[in-house]
């Protein structure tokens, strides 16, 4: 693959922790200048990318906030003057209950956050990538986006909202140059699985039960889908819920 990521920009949320922090290592590598966003700021993620000799700002974020995301896509022109790539990821499990016992507080907070969240940055990105004439936006959905999950009501409707927003966006970004998609991660190696489990044996192996190829996947793995989605080699690719799953849909 050609290195075309090179002294581009990538804003990357949710970039401390998990699949988004694997994800702004993986573009520092390939030379990306990274914007880091978060509601928590994590020291040791600028660090390593400082160390490979990358460039990366951190900007804390509350991606359901409107205010923070404008000033989030100002500050990224203002230190890098451009946003070539955009992966949308910042996201929470909320708690667990079924859907009678589902509190408003969860809904609101879950839906805000992952779903709201996505739809506000997109429309601060769009505009600024819409002055180049080119972009690339992934949505982080999951397979609680193309699949039901008991027990987590608010988590699966916002991630299944990605989707529909993802393609509407897609849609409407067809002819002018930015394309549009989202990833859908199987069960994943971080601390947001690990709250899940509670780094309990039994319920890590309930969680890789799920997977057909028996393991959980590393986010590393997601990242390389992002970036083969933001990638030229993509060119032809928008619209589409790309799962990243290890076989969990295709059962
Ligand atoms: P994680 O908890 O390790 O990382 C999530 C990051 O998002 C954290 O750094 C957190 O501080 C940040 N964040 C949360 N709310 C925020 C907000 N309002 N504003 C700014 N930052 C915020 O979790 P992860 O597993 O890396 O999850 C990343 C994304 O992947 C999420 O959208 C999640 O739903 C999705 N996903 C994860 C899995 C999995 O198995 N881990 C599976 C499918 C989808």
């Keep these: 693959m050609e290195n ?13 922790s ?3 922090r694997a994800t702004a290592i993986a573009f520092a590598r390939k030379g990306t200048k990274v914007v880091i966003a978060d509601w928590i700021e994590n020291e040791e993620t600028m660090d390593l990318i400082e160390n490979l000799g990358g460039e990366a700002v951190f900007v804390q974020c509350d991606v359901s906030k409107s205010a923070d995301v404008k000033a989030l896509i100002e500050k990224t022109i203002a230190t ?5 790539y955009a992966f949308n990821n910042a996201g929470i499990e909320g708690t667990s209950a079924p859907v009678q016992d589902c509190s ?3 809904w609101d907070k879950t839906i805000d956050v992952n779903l709201k969240g996505i739809w506000l940055c997109m429309k601060y990105q769009i505009p600024v990538m819409l002055e180049k004439g080119k972009g690339s936006i992934v949505n982080c959905s999951s397979v609680a986006g193309l699949v039901g999950f008991q027990g987590l009501p608010a988590y699966v409707a916002s991630k299944h909202g990605v989707i529909g927003l993802t ?4 849609l409407e970004c067809a002819k002018l140059g930015i394309r549009v998609n ?4 199987g069960v994943i190696q971080t601390p947001m699985i690990d709250r899940l489990t509670g780094k309990k044996k039994e319920a890590e192996a309930q969680f890789t039960s799920l997977e057909p190829v028996g393991r959980f996947g590393q986010p590393e793995e997601i990242a390389c889908s992002v970036m083969w989605l933001c990638s030229d080699e993509a060119s032809f690719v928008t619209g589409i819920a790309m799962p990243v799953d290890g076989g969990f849909v295709a059962q």
Excluded: H, Q
């Excluded at 075309?4 to 401390?16: C, E, M, N, P, R």
């Design 104 to 106: 408003e507080e969860n």
């Design 18 to 20: 998990g699949i988004g």
């Design 167 to 170: 393609k509407t966006a897609a």
């Design 182 to 185: 989202a990833v859908c991660p």
């Design 4 to 16: 075309t990521f090179k002294d581009k920009v990538a804003l990357i949320t949710g970039g401390s």
């Design 80 to 84: 890098f003057g451009r946003l070539d």
